[in-house]
């Protein structure tokens, strides 16, 4: 894994090019000095999961009287939070045969019931990211509205056909109302997505936002509490139990800060702190790539996307207010379309490149298979590429709550997907 400090200049996504103004927080406790006096909570780590946290253990009654010191390793947003799609997309049925397949057979072993439980937690988590958002009146992009999963082979046609059988049936032990839509019209599919392979959809909840402004937010609104430090810049090498009690987290030359309890919230750099430790061994890094795109005028305007969409052998992709698309590629669609390699993806650490052929990949995908996209025009199409590291998880489910053996050190990682729960 990538160790602080990085070899690399990484990439500027869409997100953090985009929030350069005199309100965000590059460099906040840059230079400060770290508090020398015994601490009640360290966070590691400024990502949304940090942030969140921080903002939340900063709210009035919950935590009165108690200081937080937040350690960052850059600036805040600068890893995967900063990096991603802006997609707050709710796991469809599409998910529980992963859910549900047995460990050993590359699933996470889950009940159908815990599958279904978190897919309604999904739900809850874009619900309570826009009533924060709405209550604290944050300019962050925020979009309500519904994502389409696009199928265009016979093959996971039928794969989706199952799954949709078996969730409402599922459904039916629990007296739940469906939440999502499977449409198998291919007329419909071709006219509601504007993909010409379409052949069917499923239709949900979904959200879009502007991810780095929204964790600029939670840690801003957490800063004001007066009771919350950040420390940017300030990678932290080592977590060491204390003589007597707590912990002693090593922050390279800024020094030591002293801790009741510390919360790891770093994700795809968690392998750093957990050397010859099973943490280490269940979690894996992986680079995740993403492009901004400038739609030409048949998708602008009235013809603008109206949902946001994951596509079979494509991208996931959502649409900014004001600023084009902004879209990425999984490690199963680069293999697919030998876009790239394995290395390319897994284990892969570095932010700072986006491999030749995903790039390519990435830039030509519109205009080979949106309808009716037209010649792009000198400045739109794809305009930025970026990389992020991003963390998977064995059993594909994420490592919250204290790490075994280990009274007052807790964990929010192994968060893979870009609606894994992060507020909740």
Known sequence: MAAFPQTFTSTVSHWQATNRGPDALYGHGKTDSLPTGVVDYVIIGAGLSGASLAYHLSRPGV????????????????????RNGGHIAPYSFASLSGFTRPLEAGGSGLTMDDALDIMKMEVRNLDLVTEI??????????????????????????????????????????????????VTDEAEANRVSRHPKAIAFSRGKAGS??????????????????????????????????????????????????????IVCTNGYTRNLFKNHPISDHLSPYRGHATQVTPTLPYSGPGA????????????????????????????????????????????TDDGIV?????????????????????????????RFWSGIQCASRDRLPLVGQVPGSPGLEEAVGVWEPSDPVMT
Not at 63 to 82: M, N, P, Q, Y
Not at 210 to 233: E, I, N, P, Q, Y
Not at 356 to 383: D, H, N, R, V
């Open 209 to 262: 936002v502007h991810s780095h402004k929204l964790c600029t937010a939670f840690m801003k609104s957490a800063l004001a509490s007066g009771r919350v430090d950040l420390f940017s810049w300030c990678p932290v090498q080592s977590i060491d139990k204390g003589p007597n009690e707590g912990w002693n987290v090593q922050c390279h030359e800024r020094g030591v800060v002293r801790a009741n309890e510390v």
């Open 355 to 383: 491999p030749e052929g995903i790039k390519q990949w990435l830039a030509s995908y519109c205009k080979e298979e949106f309808e009716g996209w037209g010649e792009e025009a000198p400045g739109e199409g794809a305009q």
């Open 63 to 82: 935590c009165d009287d108690k200081r937080i010191v937040v350690l960052e390793g850059k600036d805040v947003a600068s890893g995967a939070t900063g």
């Open 133 to 182: 958002v709405m209550r604290e009146k944050w300019d962050v992009d925020l979009w309500r509205g519904e994502k389409l999963e696009v199928v265009d082979t016979l093959e996971e046609k039928e794969v989706m056909d199952t799954s949709y059988e078996v969730w409402i049936e599922a459904l039916k032990t629990r007296r739940d109302v469906p939440d999502w839509d499977w």
């Open 305 to 348: 996307l109206k949902h946001t969409l994951c596509i079979e052998n494509g991208p996931y992709l959502i649409f900014t207010p004001s600023s084009g698309w902004v879209f990425g590629v999984g490690y199963a669609d680069i293999i697919r379309q030998k876009a790239g390699t394995h290395d390319d993806v897994m284990g892969a």
